[in-house]
């Protein structure tokens, strides 16, 4: 009788530990895509059409943003943001160009 006690007690102090532990959650340094758009939110811009530029392409004008948008290439005077292909006469109606991108 001894013997059966000494063995299940020897089995639920083994056993019992692993059936009730939980795996260890480990915080995840990513970010949400939530979080991330909150971080890095998309600048709103004013949509001033497009141009055709001297090499024949066509470009966007420059438009007024909340922050440096995708594909700009400076930043005119004024504050808008230029897309010009090309650094002669970028912002040139614009005040000229306060920072290239």
């Given at each position: 009788m001894l013997r059966r006690f000494v063995s299940v007690l020897a089995f639920a102090t083994v056993?019992?530990?692993?059936l009730f532990?939980?795996?260890?959650?480990s915080p995840t340094n990513q970010p949400t895509q939530q979080q991330q758009q909150q971080?890095?939110?998309?600048?709103?811009?004013?949509?001033?059409?497009?141009?055709v530029n001297?090499?024949?392409q066509t470009v966007k004008r420059p438009e007024n943003c909340s922050a440096a948008p995708q594909g700009a290439t400076a930043q005119c005077r004024d504050g808008t943001y230029s897309f010009s292909k090309s650094r002669r006469g970028t912002c040139s109606h614009h005040?000229?160009?306060?920072?290239?991108?």
């Open positions: 056993l019992l530990p692993l532990a939980q795996a260890p959650q971080q890095n939110p998309k600048p709103r811009c004013t949509d001033a059409g497009t141009y001297s090499q024949g005040g000229g160009v306060a920072k290239w991108l």
